[in-house]
C-alpha cells in the first residue's frame, strides 16, 4: 500500500522538498533501514514483509543478499558469507587469532583479508557493500526516490580502520555516509534521551551471538561512552544450545548426536525459549525419536539464570571502569532480540535498580536511532533541533623523542575537532623529521598503537631547535583522522588521512583503557626517565659539537679535564633507570660547562662584530 503524506499548509515542507534520508543498522547476524515519515520513525520492509535482512551474502553469478542466501547455507557454504562485520577492518592474522572461526576460503596475505568465492575474491568491505546495496534498493523503492544520505551504526569499540572500511563499503554501494553513529547512542536517540539535558544511561545489548554493554553519558548535548564492556561469544544461541542440551538429557539423546539432529535440537530449542518469553510452558516435541516433554518457567529460569548472571559481570566492569556506582544510572535501554525474554529484563532491573527501556522493538531500536539521527542531518528539521556529538574514544598523538607520546587530541574530546601542535628540530642540520601517529592512553609509544607514520622531508638544515613544525591533528564527523605536518619558513608540507591500519581485537579499547589506568604511576615514572634520557642526549650531542668547534681554542687543559669527567658521568648514567641521578648529572654538567658556553658567547659576538662598531649594531 502506497503510503499518503499529509500535512498542514505551511507546517511541513512538501513532499518534492523533502530530503531522503535513511538509517542503517548494519548487524553481525541482521540488518535493517529505517527512515523517518511523517514524523515517525520505522523500519522498512522488504517485497515480502520481513524487517530484518540476515546479513548473509551467497555468491554465484548474482549476489543473493538475506533469506535467499541463508537458505544455501548449509548446501554452499563456501560461497554463502555470514558474520562478515567480524572481519571488517582486520587483518587475517588477527581473524585467525581471535577465535573468530570462519569456515571460508581465505586467500592468503598479510593486508586485508580476502575470501575465494565463485564470484572471484572478495573482501570483507565488498561483502558488506552488497548486503548495504540490497537495504539501498529497499529504501529507494519503499520511498520512491534516491536516498541523499544515510546515517550507519558501528559498535562504540570499532577503532578507525573498522569505521573507515564501514565507509568504504558504503561509498562502494553508492551511499553518502552522513555519518556514522554509534549503535548505543543510536539506541539512546530512539527513545528520545538526548532530548534531556543531561544523564547517564546504560545500553544493554544481548543480541544472537554477542552481548554489549556500553555506558554513555549526555553532557550538553554531546554523548560520551564512557565505558564499554561485554562478551564477544554470549547471546540468544548460548540460551539455545543449554536448553538443547537439558532435552536431550531429558529425552535420553547420546551427545555424539548426528549433526542433522542438533540442528533440530537447537530449533526446538530456541522455538521453546521464544515461547517463554509469553507463555507459562512450551511444548518439546523431538519427533526424531518421537519424545514428547514439556519445559515449565521454574525449569527454565534455572537453566538460564548463570548465563544471564555472565552479563552482569560485564555490567559491573563498565561501571567500574567508568567510575560509576548503579545509583548513577538515569536509564537503561534494552537493545537486541533476546532481550524480550521477561527473565532478563528482570534481572537487568533488579541490578540497576530501575525500569528498562522496552518499549520500543529491540531488534529495530538501533536502526530507528540511526534514521532519526539521518532526518536531521539531512536537513529535514528546523535548524535548532540538537545535533548529536560523538566523542574520540581513545586519544590522539605523537611520538617524540625517548618513544614518548605527545598526546594532541585527548580522548572524549568532542568531533569534529582540529588541534595544532608546533615542533622542532633535535639535532643541528636535520632536515627531515619523522611523524608517528598513535592512538592510546599510555605514555610509551610501544604501549600505544601505532596508526600511522609519515616523513616531513626537505626543512632547511638549521641548528636544532630552531625550527618551527606545525602538526595539525584533523579529526571529521565520522572518528576518521588527517594528519598534516608544515614547516613554517618554506611552508614544506605533507600529509596523511588515517587509512585502516588492519588489526585490533574487539574488547582492544577496553583493555587499553584499563592498561592505562593500571599502569599510569609507572608510566610517569618511565616518562620521567626517558625525558631525562632525551635531554641528556641533546646535552651530550650540543656539548660534543661545541667542544669540536672551539674545545682546543677556547678551554685551559684542567677546564677541558673537568668536563670531560662530567659529560662521562652522565654517559654512564644516562642508559640507567635513576631518573633523578641522570637529571642530576645534566645540572652538573650544566655547571661545569657555563664558562665555556659563555665564552663561545663572547667569541660568536665578537667575531660577527668583526670590521663594525658598537653604535651600527645599537641603531638596528
Ligand atoms: P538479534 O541478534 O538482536 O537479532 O537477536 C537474536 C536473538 O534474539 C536470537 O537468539 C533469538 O532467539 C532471540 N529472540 C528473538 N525473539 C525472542 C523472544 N521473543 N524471546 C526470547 N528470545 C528471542
Not at 538460564?304 to 559491573?316: A, E, G, H, S
Not at 659539537?545 to 662530567?566: M, V, Y
Request: proline residues 4%.
Amino acid at each position: 500500500m502506497a503510503l499518503l503524506q499529509i500535512s498542514e499548509p505551511g507546517q511541513s515542507t512538501a513532499p518534492h522538498q523533502h530530503r531522503l534520508a535513511a538509517g542503517i543498522d548494519l548487524g553481525t547476524t541482521n540488518s535493517l533501514v529505517a527512515t523517518v515519515r511523517s514524523g515517525i520513525a520505522d523500519t522498512l520492509p522488504d517485497a515480502d514483509g520481513y524487517h530484518l535482512l540476515p546479513s548473509i551474502v551467497h555468491y554465484a553469478d548474482e549476489p543473493l543478499v538475506g533469506y535467499a542466501a541463508q537458505k544455501l547455507a548449509n548446501s554452499d557454504p563456501l560461497n554463502t558469507i555470514a558474520s562478515v562485520k567480524r572481519l571488517m577492518g582486520r587483518g587475517l592474522a588477527d581473524i585467525k587469532t581471535t577465535g573468530t572461526r570462519l569456515p571460508y576460503d581465505f586467500v592468503e596475505t598479510d593486508a586485508m583479508p580476502m575470501i575465494n568465492t565463485a564470484a572471484g575474491k572478495l573482501s570483507p568491505v565488498q561483502i558488506s557493500a552488497d548486503i548495504l546495496q540490497n537495504l539501498k534498493q529497499r529504501a529507494e523503492k519503499s520511498l520512491d526516490g534516491d536516498l541523499t544520505g544515510v546515517v550507519i551504526t558501528v559498535p562504540a569499540y570499532f577503532d578507525d580502520a573498522q569505521r573507515q572500511a564501514t565507509k568504504d563499503a558504503a561509498t562502494l554501494a553508492g551511499l553518502k555516509v552522513l555519518r556514522l553513529l554509534n549503535e548505543p547512542t543510536a539506541a539512546a536517540v530512539a527513545y528520545g534521551l538526548d532530548k534531556n539535558a543531561e544523564g547517564i544511561h546504560a545500553i544493554y545489548d544481548l543480541g544472537g551471538g554477542t552481548f554489549d554493554i556500553s555506558i554513555l553519558r549526555l553532557q550538553k548535548g554531546v554523548f560520551e561512552v564512557m565505558a564499554t564492556a561485554g562478551d564477544s561469544a554470549l547471546g540468544g544461541d548460548d540460551f539455545d544450545r543449554l536448553i538443547a542440551e537439558w532435552i536431550m538429557q531429558q529425552a535420553g539423546i547420546a551427545e555424539d548426536a548426528e549433526h542433522q539432529h542438533i540442528r533440530q535440537l537447537l530449533e526446538i530449542a530456541r522455538t521453546a525459549k521464544e515461547t517463554l518469553s509469553t507463555e507459562d510452558s512450551a511444548l518439546l516435541n523431538v519427533k526424531f525419536i518421537g519424545w514428547q516433554g514439556e519445559l515449565n518457567q521454574q525449569q527454565f529460569k534455572q537453566l538460564i539464570d548463570p548465563l544471564i548472571q555472565k552479563t552482569i559481570m560485564p555490567c559491573r566492569r563498565a561501571l567500574r571502569d567508568a567510575g560509576l556506582t548503579v545509583g548513577d544510572i538515569n536509564d537503561v535501554v534494552m537493545v537486541g532480540g533476546s532481550t524480550r525474554m521477561p527473565r532478563v529484563r528482570e534481572k537487568v532491573s533488579d541490578f540497576f535498580k530501575c525500569e528498562p527501556h522496552v518499549d520500543i522493538d529491540p531488534d529495530k531500536v538501533v536502526a530507528i536511532g540511526a534514521a532519526i539521527q539521518a532526518d536531521i542531518l539531512a536537513g529535514n528539521k528546523p535548524d535548532d533541533e540538537m545535533l548529536l556529538l560523538d566523542v574520540t574514544p581513545l586519544s590522539l598523538g605523537i611520538e617524540t623523542m625517548g618513544g614518548l607520546v605527545e598526546k594532541i587530541i585527548p580522548r572524549n574530546t568532542t568531533i569534529p575537532v582540529a588541534k595544532a601542535q608546533e615542533f622542532t628540530t633535535f639535532k643541528d642540520g636535520q632536515t627531515a623529521m619523522a611523524v608517528h601517529v598513535v592512538q592510546g592512553e599510555r605514555e610509551l609509544v610501544t604501549d600505544c598503537r601505532s596508526l600511522a607514520r609519515f616523513e616531513l622531508r626537505g626543512i632547511p638544515a638549521m641548528v636544532a631547535g630552531s625550527t618551527r613544525i606545525v602538526v595539525t591533528y584533523q579529526v571529521d564527523a565520522d572518528g576518521l583522522l588527517s594528519v598534516s605536518a608544515t614547516e613554517t619558513i618554506t611552508g614544506i608540507h605533507s600529509e596523511i588521512t588515517v587509512k585502516p591500519s588492519y588489526g585490533l581485537e574487539d574488547q582492544e579499547i577496553e583493555r587499553m583503557l584499563k592498561d592505562s589506568l593500571e599502569h599510569a604511576k609507572d608510566d610517569v615514572a618511565t616518562r620521567t626517565l626517558r625525558e631525562q634520557q632525551v635531554e641528556a642526549d641533546r646535552v651530550i650531542n650540543a656539548l660534543r659539537a661545541a667542544l669540536k668547534i672551539d674545545g682546543d681554542r677556547l678551554l685551559k687543559q684542567d677546564e677541558f679535564l673537568t668536563i670531560n669527567t662530567a659529560l662521562d658521568q652522565l654517559l654512564k648514567l644516562k642508559d640507567g633507570t635513576n631518573a633523578q641521578a641522570i637529571k642530576r648529572s645534566i645540572e652538573k654538567l650544566d655547571e661545569v660547562t657555563k664558562e665555556f658556553a659563555a665564552r663561545r658567547m663572547d667569541a660568536s659576538i665578537s667575531k660577527a662584530m668583526k670590521g663594525h662598531t658598537v653604535n651600527e649594531f645599537m641603531e638596528n
